[in-house]
RNA sequence: GCGCCCGUAGCUCAAUUGGACAGAGCAUCGGUCUUCGGAACCGAGGGUUGCAGGUUCGAGUCCUGCCGGGCGCGCCA
């Protein structure tokens, strides 16, 4: 028997439509569905409506040769039919222990998953999925930029893996081209010793570089234009002239860099190595799955850019236009420029490079870019250019799919990206640090007998769950305020509220007597109990529509509203106090599946859970 | 100018991919319970889903046109 009622009713269905109007109708969804109102029964299907169009006939009628061809006696009372045709279902009294059964049993062995050793879950089609994600820049900091790539893509790592698929995260570094060859020429002009530099430094370095190297011309136009002065024009012209020297040092240093000549390699290595450092404490900070191995920028791609746009031009896809190169994208203005004029790539050619990479050499068969909204339209271009030479195409046939799931903005409370009072970005260190803090505060105020220790421990989980669950429940595409008190409540749709959850059903477990056999029978009477008991239920069906359409809040939802029925449950029906042992059994032994799937759930959202908070 | 995204309760967000009466939390007001962790549970008020049309058995969701906000628009990434 499948886990999700739904699977199983659904397969129900597609028979007794086939049985009822032939083969034909095969590939028909059934639409079946938890029912939303408890007055409707425990599920519903849809079906009947849209079939009725296409069949031109009753839509009731329609539904009533869908009941009658339907096999459901050993799950389901008597369908019933309401409506335009909805047919309602309710779960037969014995159904509901064997399906939470066959679900507990598939939850073992899952407390310890990896993305690297996935653990299938359902029957579906396992994928080799690759995911983009986080986006370092070399010589920068993380800053708030990075926050949603990170977290965003890293549960999505974690739910594909843990639905069955392989996944390969990829860490597609900015670490390759002439911004980075600014920094290493600025670092030698000023011999910097790069053994006694860190990240803070390097950074200014990076700052400085940039500033250096731009000519800033219209000033100098101007202050010819309104006569400032010999002294003053003198000044601009000093100006101008040390950018463009200084750019051309940094277009040579560049070329160095890319002859590969050792010293160039060599301060390449250290600020990388510098670089990465820093963010590998964050990684830590946000136990993301991420790690070293998964690093591949754009120095990776550095030999396969020129074979890219021959092939490209070779093939017809890309022509000639201004002396660049472009491939011409339908319905768009713009075309996708894959070389500049002066024969330089540009950061496209890197993408249809990685592209390429992941599928013909990785062997993915989806590809996924967790980039925030902006780059929209880039990728669509990437993907189309793509599609037309044909790098998707599967060996067995098939193409892969290119997926952008794009994000909105942090902002601040005046709803505009979040910046530091004097308008520069907020580094990430100092975003989680802050977070960690302030939880530390709330708990050391609602529970201060925790020893010292544990109280670090909560404040770390609870500090960055806060920021994770803040960032993960609502709709991706959409811009979310940041905001430290709510996002840190105890109260509502938050991660500290769910962590709390877990920490509540967790200590009816441990004061749960010796007794206490694990496997007594389920007991569902108690609407409290049924309502628990179907959404628990839908925790398969959940995760295999976050896998599909790649939306993490549909997974804070299911996790919110489970806890809500716990909590139900937990206040209108005594576990431990149960009248009859078989009672108390039965519901410790539902209370500890949803502890389970809770701390599962949690888990690839990234989430700590904890003993005491 | 062109293109993309967003607009839902006072505030912050959902709505099972077109389904039944648009749901939560916060805030406000009221209630439960001699707390298996009350960091709980139950209830009330609060909505012309930005506006106007259209498609259909059925629209917050799809189409068209407006209004408002955000973002992006050849040789940066």
Redesign the pocket.
């Known amino acids: 028997m499948s886990v999700d009622p739904v699977d199983l009713l659904a397969k129900r269905f597609v028979e007794a439509i086939v049985a009822a109007f032939g083969a034909e109708f095969a590939d028909v969804d059934p639409?079946v569905?938890?029912?939303?109102?408890p007055?409707?029964?425990d599920f519903?299907s849809?079906a009947?409506?849209?079939l009725?169009?296409r069949l031109g006939r009753n839509?009731r009628e329609v539904a009533a040769a869908i009941v009658q061809h339907a096999r459901l006696e050993d799950v389901c009372e008597t369908p019933e039919i309401?409506?335009?045709?909805?047919?309602?279902l309710r779960l037969r009294g014995d159904a509901l222990p064997r399906l939470l059964e066959d679900l507990e049993g598939t939850l073992k062995g899952r407390e310890h998953h990896t993305i690297r050793r996935a653990l299938s879950w359902t029957s579906g089609t396992s994928q080799r999925v690759v995911v983009d994600l986080v986006g370092v820049?070399i010589a920068k900091q993380m800053h708030v930029g990075h926050l949603r790539s990170s977290i965003i893509g890293d549960t999505l790592c974690r739910v594909l893996a843990s639905v069955g698929n392989e996944v390969i995260p990829q860490n597609h570094l900015?670490d390759w081209?002439?911004?980075i060859a600014m920094v290493i020429a600025s670092l030698r002009r000023r011999r910097v010793d790069l053994d006694r530099l860190d990240l803070d430094h390097l950074e200014e370095a990076y700052r400085d570089a940039t500033l250096d190297c731009k000519a800033d011309r219209p000033a100098l136009e101007s202050a010819r234009r309104i006569n400032a002065g010999p002294h003053r024009i003198a000044e601009w012209e000093a100006q101008v002239a040390g950018a463009e020297e200084r750019l051309e040092e940094a277009k040579r240093t560049l070329v160095r860099l890319q002859q590969g000549e050792s010293g160039i390699v060599a301060a390449w290595e250290k600020i990388t190595a510098i670089t990465m450092q820093a963010c590998y404490e964050i990684y830590d900070l946000l136990d993301l799955v991420v790690t070293h191995e998964h690093n591949r920028g754009?120095s990776f791609y550095r030999e396969r850019l020129g074979p890219v746009v021959d092939e490209f031009v070779r093939s017809g896809v890309a022509k000639e236009?201004?002396?660049?190169i472009?491939v011409e994208i339908e319905g768009?203005?713009?075309?996708l420029?894959i070389?500049?004029?002066?024969g330089?790539?540009?950061?496209?050619t890197?993408d249809l490079a990685a592209i390429r990479y992941r599928i013909q050499e990785l062997g993915a068969q989806r590809v996924i870019y967790v980039v925030d909204?902006?780059?929209?339209?880039?990728f669509r271009k990437v993907f189309e250019a793509i599609r037309k030479i044909g790098w998707d195409r599967l060996p067995g046939g098939g193409r892969a799919e290119l997926r952008h799931v794009?994000f909105?903005?942090v902002c601040g409370a005046d709803?505009?990206?979040l910046k530091t009072r004097s308008g520069e970005n907020i580094r990430l260190k100092d975003l989680l640090l802050e977070a960690i803090d302030r939880a530390g505060a709330?708990?050391r105020d609602?529970?201060p007998d925790l020893p010292d220790p544990e109280q670090k421990d909560v404040a770390r989980a609870v500090g960055i769950g806060s920021v994770k669950y803040a960032d993960l429940?609502?709709?991706?595409?959409?811009?979310?305020?940041f905001?430290w008190d709510?996002m840190l409540?105890?109260?509502?749709?938050?991660g500290?509220?769910l962590q709390?959850?877990y920490?509540?059903i967790?200590?009816?477990g441990r004061?749960a007597p010796d007794d206490v056999r694990a496997d007594a029978a389920f007991l569902i009477a108690a609407v409290e109990e049924k309502s628990l008991a179907l959404a628990l239920l839908r925790y398969p069906g959940t995760l295999a529509?976050v896998a599909?359409?790649l939306?993490p809040?549909?997974l804070c939802?299911y996790l919110?509203d489970l806890?809500?029925a716990f909590?139900?449950f937990?206040?209108?029906?005594?576990?431990?106090?149960a009248k009859t042992t078989a009672l108390r059994d039965a519901?410790i032994r539902l209370s500890r599946l949803t502890e389970r799937i809770l701390a599962d759930g949690l888990g690839l959202l990234g989430i700590r859970t904890?003993?005491?908070?």
């Open positions: 639409l569905r938890a029912a939303q109102n007055q409707f029964g519903q849809n009947a409506m849209g009725a169009k839509p309401a409506g335009p045709g909805f047919i309602n820049n900015g081209g002439l911004q754009e236009s201004d002396g660049a472009v768009d203005e713009t075309p420029i070389r500049k004029s002066d330089g790539f540009l950061y496209a890197t909204n902006r780059q929209r339209d880039h794009a909105g903005a709803g505009k990206p709330i708990v609602k529970n429940s609502t709709h991706l595409v959409k811009d979310y305020i905001a709510r409540a105890f109260e509502g749709n938050t500290a509220y709390n959850q920490v509540r967790r200590s009816i004061k529509s599909e359409t939306e809040h549909r939802q919110y806890a809500g909590s139900v937990y206040t209108q029906c005594p576990v431990l106090k519901r904890l003993e005491r908070m």
